[in-house]
């Protein structure tokens, strides 16, 4: 008894723990337009290579303070795993200029949709690949939420690409880290890297063919555009760490920080269009997310009643 209650308390710490991270992730990941949005002059690819090029230059940093070099070699000699990072780096690769684009060109609404449709991504990814329980609620809200999808690109009168990006490549960006073991650094490092060689070429190729447009910056926007690397690599590796210790489901949860924040950004502060339409849709894909909660929250709440049981 004592060991079992002893060991319900240590997972509730490692919960609360990654619960933390996976809060400063989302917060950090939804306040994000406001930074993308002072290079919005720069087209996304442009800005995406920079992004990797100093995300690489910081993470190899923390990786040499935190005394993690050989811990970074060894992790390529497992063909499983490093397949694993490579898929990694693809899909977050993926998601970074999708997102950079639509924040960019003005569609801030789309991307938090993306983020809002993620979380049953996740379940569908959940019950397809690791086997977690699938109930009838959770059906209801995945029916409610396509009828979201639906109603938007009805009222777009094209089908939310962007969106579908979106919440695709992360959710088996999730999937992907869930599956590897490793230290959560040294995956950032190998996700980073992958796609490093081809970034910094062609930042190169701009340059040479003078169309690229950083050197044109103001020494501030520089600087700021520089500390992409400490913007990019801090919110994932607080994610990598939470992805690890949470399930998929409790991930998808707390993940409605990060397109709250930007949709409130996207329609008071940058004033895109949000239509009745649109509004409706939203409706229908809030209530999925309702539905969806509603398991999690009562097995916590069961939780809590057994624990004080005793």
């Known amino acids: ?9 240590m997972a509730s710490e490692m919960n609360k723990k990654g619960a933390l991270y996976a809060i400063l992730a989302y917060s950090s990941w939804g306040l994000l337009p406001l930074y993308w949005k002072l290079f919005d002059k720069m087209i996304a690819t442009e800005i995406l290579a920079q992004r990797i090029i100093w995300s690489f230059v910081f993470v190899l940093i923390l990786i040499v303070a935190s005394r993690k070099l050989n811990d970074f070699l060894q992790a390529a000699k497992d063909a499983k795993r490093l397949f694993m990072m490579v898929l990694s780096s693809l899909l977050i690769t993926t998601n970074w200029v999708v997102y950079i684009f639509a924040v960019n060109s003005g569609h801030m609404v ?15 990814l959940g019950v397809v690949f690791l ?6 609620l959770r059906w209801l809200a995945i029916a409610l939420a396509l009828v979201g999808v639906s109603i938007m690109t009805f009222a777009y009168g094209k089908f939310p690409w962007m969106a579908f990006m979106l919440a695709f490549s992360f959710g088996f960006y999730a999937l992907a880290k ?5 230290d959560s650094t040294v995956g950032l490092a190998w ?7 081809l970034s910094l070429i062609y930042v190169i190729v701009l340059h040479v063919k003078g169309t690229d447009t950083v050197f044109t910056l103001p020494p501030l926007s520089m600087v700021l555009l520089l500390m992409a690397g400490v913007a990019t690599a801090t919110p994932l590796l607080w994610f990598g760490i939470a992805a690890k210790i949470l399930d ?8 409605y920080l990060s397109p709250t924040i930007t949709l409130l950004l996207g329609v008071f502060l940058y004033h895109e269009m949000f239509t009745t339409m649109d509004l409706v849709a939203f409706v229908f894909i809030w209530g999925a997310l309702v539905l969806f909660t509603i398991p999690q929250i009562k097995k916590r709440t069961q939780a809590g009643l057994v624990r004080q049981s005793h």
């Open 110 to 124: 789309e991307a938090s949709l993306g983020y809002y449709m993620n979380p049953i991504i996740n379940v569908l």
């Open 178 to 182: 869930k599956k590897v073991s490793v």
């Open 1 to 9: 008894m004592i060991s079992s209650l002893l060991a319900e308390r």
């Open 191 to 197: 996700e980073t890297m992958i796609v490093f060689p």
């Open 131 to 136: 086997r977690e329980r699938f109930s009838l």
């Open 248 to 255: 998929l489901s409790i991930l998808g949860f707390l993940q």
